[in-house]
């Protein structure tokens, strides 16, 4: 399926001063695009950092990323991704920027946005120029196809100014994210994205691997807001980030389910079975068979996998907030019940997401499940699940349901939840289990 | 009197070398050729032993004063008499020796296997076996029937059992002095069988219960009866030592299912259960009473109690969780 990879590496670098900038008379002819890009270069170049990850013991850095300074008092914006590792484990990690003058020196994490991967961090070092924001971007109202400048540390090879086109709001997304035509890749996360006059519209998130020139933005407004926070609201303590990083991933998929809920949902027919399905414009369905393969099956399946497009970036290796439900219908052609079975089993319908070790070894539940009504088979099933080790109270959960009604014919269900408290689940997988039907 | 009785010099595998029988109420036994008994053993005294009746008529052995002394056969004491009532083996030197009075009771008459019975065996579970591994491999095929998916998987396991009782028979050949190939294979197929059986018992039951630790264990009775079946091979054969080997199997067995314990319990701590059903079986195979979904849902509690409970133990590779790669 189509996921979003994170741009993980992070080499930063770059931004544009807008203000000074002279916005384009007029009616003059408009100015070679090289022009603009070099311009915007120019006027970036003062306003970016370079953040790096140490470790503590080596005192070398393990990540680099990029962040840019957005206030006269020190204050930068970055992504969470980049400075993830400290904020999860400041025993280990500690963050360090390096200032185009050469200057480096300590940086304070102040506030963090985990579910638009941003974090806004303060430097010792108040004599940089900063960056404005769009005022058209904050409004959300910066054209479709406007020419944008990504900047950042593309895999480390040094700064680079990337000339691309704005396509407005990525489609299909819970989160609000800038669909950027243009070549974002690793190590330029936590990059500015500014208009031709060097003013914030976005910043440096993600790529998509599947297309090309297929990046992601985040808007600038969040980094706006997260910024707003960090001058008004407490710092955040060194040793309380963990807790506020697990704060709001609950708070995040509480607001999550609860969209899904208000989205509604709809009855989708799988062969004789019915089952079911998000309403939600985030979900994303593909549906697959298995009859054109050769050689001939000898049991049809028809597969539908709709999955939400969140992905919530936590650390190395973990990425939370995934809904998926998936429906395979199986039906013999030629195999018998015993077969039948046989053949079922060997389907585990779908991967499951790995944590690695930041998730609890998975623990399961079977049982067999009485029709929950008229008009719905009865049901084997298996609840399985995970948790954070690092953040109470959220799990990895997989519901899967066979139906056991006929021997030659079934509808074999998955619900996979990333991220989500144990009342979220057991409440969506109650729908889940009871939508389960006859179509007729 | 008349008393006889019976003086039996073992070889060192432990069958009798010789056999004296003796017409009086006592014996001597050594070295030295004036001996009623004559022991090739250096270590042995030329008149080590005097075997005699005592007062209740029960034979005694007695140590002539030798350096090397007297002991039961397997004992590690020394004595300077033994009686022999109880215990008919002595040591002396390096040579066992067994004394019996004519009225010694021996075992009764042992059946005789009738000649080919073996064979016939072998050959009818043969085809059962051949039988119920064709029939399993139809009730799993869920791809094209082939001639070699299904006889392929036949030819290597016939191929794995017959190479498996040739080895049992060459021990035999070795040991026993006959290979009794028949027998070697008729406890082979048995096994084999009964592993059959085992899997598929486990693997239904595990369905039928909803209860996957019934077939995540099975290859703790797998293991159980692969032990059973090295004994069987063991018996017919007969060693000598039949203790000794069948401690070393069962303790080769259970270093086994150990070992494939010990690796199924840390994938368990690590990775835990696969978010799958599990077999499965045609629905008619369930046992369990169904559970109503807010019940089945209810029950989640526990599962969730249990990861609550794994995430405080600390993983390990100490409180760095992170990936040790850097490669951002």
Known sequence: MRRVAFALAAACSACALAASAPPAPQGAPVPALSSTAERVYELARPRILQIRTLLHAAGRQTTIGSGFVVSPDGYAVTNYHVVSRFALDPKTYRLEYLAPDGTSGALQLLAIDVAHDLA?????????????????????????????????????????????????????????????????????????VTDADGRIVGINVAKRVDGEQVGVLVPARFAAALLERAHTGPPLAVDKAKEEVGRQLAAWQAEFYEALQRQGFRAASFGPYRGLESQAPWMSCWAATNGDDLPRQRVSINTTRCSSTTAVYVSDRLLTGGLELRYEYHKSIDLNAFQFSQEIAQHPGGAAYDGGRRLTAQECRDDFLAPSGAGAPALRATWCMRAY?????????????LTQDRDREALLARLTMQGVSQANAAALGKRFLEAIRWAR | MGAVMWIEVLSRHGDVAARERIEADEARVGRAFDNDVVVDDPHVAPHHLRIFRGEDGELVAEDLGTLNGLYPEHGARRVPRLPLAQEPGIRIGRTTLRVHDAAHAVAP?????????????????????????????????????TANRLLLP????????????????????????????????????????????????????????????????????????????????LVSIGPRHLRVAVGTI????????????????????????????GDLRPPQF???????????????????????????????????????????
């Open chain 2, 154 to 233: 036949l030819l290597e396991i016939s191929t794995a059992v017959v190479l498996w009782s040739g080895v049992w028979a060459l021990l035999s050949r070795l040991f026993l002095g006959q290979a009794r190939f028949a027998l070697q294979l008729r406890v082979a197929v048995t096994a084999f069988l009964a592993l059959i059986a085992w899997d598929q018992l486990t693997e239904t039951l595990s369905f039928a219960l909803a209860w996957r630790e019934i077939s995540e264990y099975a290859m703790l009775g797998a293991w159980a009866i692969l032990g059973a079946a090295c004994y069987a091979h």
């Open chain 1, 389 to 401: 080790r690092e953040f109470e109270g959220l799990y990895n959960v997989t519901i899967v349901a």
């Open chain 1, 120 to 192: 806004v961090v303060k430097i010792d070092h108040a004599r940089l120029p900063y960056f404005e924001f769009d005022p058209r971007a904050l409004a959300g109202k910066l054209p479709q196809g406007e020419r944008i400048y990504a900047m950042g540390n593309p895999l480390d090879l040094g700064f680079t100014i990337v000339e691309g086109t704005n396509n407005g709001l990525v489609g299909k997304s819970y989160e609000e994210r800038i669909l950027f035509s243009g070549a974002i890749n690793p190590g330029m996360s936590g990059g500015p």
């Open chain 2, 109 to 145: 008459e042992k059946r005789l296997t009738p000649p080919r019975a073996h064979a016939a065996w072998a050959a009818g579970l043969t085809v059962a076996m051949l039988a119920a591994l064709l029939l399993l491999e139809w009730l799993t095929l869920t791809k094209e029937a």
């Open chain 2, 286 to 328: 369930r046992v369990r009473p169904m559970s109503s979904v807010d019940a089945f849902l209810r029950s989640t509690e526990a599962t969730r109690r249990k990861v609550d409970e794994a995430r405080k133990r600390e993983p390990e590779g100490g409180s760095a969780l992170g990936d040790a790669d850097a490669g951002d």
């Open chain 2, 250 to 277: 069962v303790a080769l067995v259970a270093t086994g299912a150990l070992i494939q314990y010990a690796n199924k319990a840390e994938a368990r701590r690590v990775a835990g259960q696969p978010a799958t059903l």
